[in-house]
C-alpha cells in the first residue's frame, strides 16, 4: 500500500453553507424546514396525525421551534405500544413500508424503517469534523446486524464523504488488527472500548501501534468516552478521536469538532432540551431530556424523547460551526434528581468527585428545609488534608460549575458513607 501524504484534517466543514451559517438565518432555516415536515408527517404519518388531533393542534399551528412546546412529547414507552399495536411502526412513517429498503430491529423491540435513498447528514457531518477526509480507508467495527447504525448510517455516511468502508463488524479482534496492518486501514469507526481492545491485542501480538499500523482518525459512538481513554488512545495511536450522539430513531444529535467543546447539532435535525416533566424548554446551562425533531420524510419522528440528559450551550465555537451544541450526556433521565428546579445525576457528583484527587468515598444527600432543596456532599478525605477549609471552598466551587445548583460540602469520618449507598440520596419529605 502506498504511503499517504500528510494532510491537515482540523479544518473546512462538509457543507460550509449550513455549518456556518449566521444565527438569525440559521434559526429561519431551522422554522422553515420545520414547517414543511411538520406539514408532510400530518398529512403522510397517522401517528403524528393522531398525535396532534390528541391536543386539538393543526399543522399551521407549528410555525417556529418555541411553538414545539404545544406538541406532547413522545417517550420510547409510548413508540414501543404503538408499534405494538400497529406494526412495524406504529404508524410513525412518512412513507408506504412498500418503498422503504429495510426494517431494522433495536432492543426493546423497537422497530426502525431504512430508507432506499440515505440522505441524513449529521454523521458524516460528524466524521468530517472529526477529521475524516475523502479517500481515507475506515475499518467499521459497530455491529452489522438487526440495528440500524453500522449499516445503513455509518456505511452510508462513509460514502457520502468519499471514504472507503471496510465492514468488519464487532468482534475478531485479532483479524481487526491484521487487516488494519494488511491494508493500512488509517480511520476507526466503533465503540472506545473496541478500539481499546484492537490497541491491547496489536500489542500482544508486538506490533508498533505507531509504526505498524496506520490510525489517523476515530469515530466513535455508542458509549460514554472518558477524557482520560481519549487522551489514551489518541496518544496509543497518534490519532484523533472525536465522538458522537445520537439514537437510532432519530440518528445523529450531535457530533465533536476539533475544540473538543461539546457536539453540534446537525443541520438537519431540531433538538431541544426540556424539563421531561412539563415537556418545557429550558435555556442554555440548563439541564434537561434531549428531545429531538428530524425533518427525515421516511421517519418523521417530531419531538422524540431520548430519555437522556444534557445542555446546550450557544456560545460561539471557535471551529466556526454555529450551530449551538449539547455539553456532554449527563445520564438517564430516571436517573436523576430534581433539585431546587434543575436536574442533578449521578454522572455530576461523579464528575465533582473526579476533580479533587483528596476525595474518597462521598455521597449527596437532599433534604428539604422551610420549603427549600438543600443538597449536602458528605465526603471522606484519603488521608490528612493540611487546609481543609480551603478544599472545601473548591469543591463547593466545583458543585456550582458542573452540577449548576448551590451544594455545601461536609466532611465526614472515614468509614461513615457505606459502599453500597446510593450517591444520590433523596430525603425529602413532602408532607
Ligand atoms: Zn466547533
Redesign the pocket.
Known sequence: MPKREVMDRTAGFLKKNLETMPYKKRLEYLNRKLRGIVQYAYNHSIAIKNKFDSVGLKPKDVQTIKDLEKIPVTKKTELMELQKKNPPFGGFEGVPITEMRRIYISPGPIYEPGETEFDELGWAQGMYAGGFRPGDMAINTFSYHMVPFALQMVDNSLHMIGCLSIPTGIGNTEQQVNILKNLRANAYCGTPSFLLNIAEKAEEMGLDLKKDLDLQVGFVAAEMLPESLRSKLEEKFRMIIRQTYGTADVRCLGYE?M?KNGM?IPDDKIVEIVDPETGKQLGPGKTGEIVATTFNRVYPLIRFGTGDLSMLTDTP?P?G?TSPRLVKILGRVDQATKVRGLFVHPGQVNEVALKHAQIGNYQVVITRKEHKDEMTFWIELKGEVPEPEKLRGEIERSIRDIIKVRGEVQFVPTGTILEESRKIEDQRTWE
Open positions: 469538532c475544540m453540534h465555537c471551529c460551526r
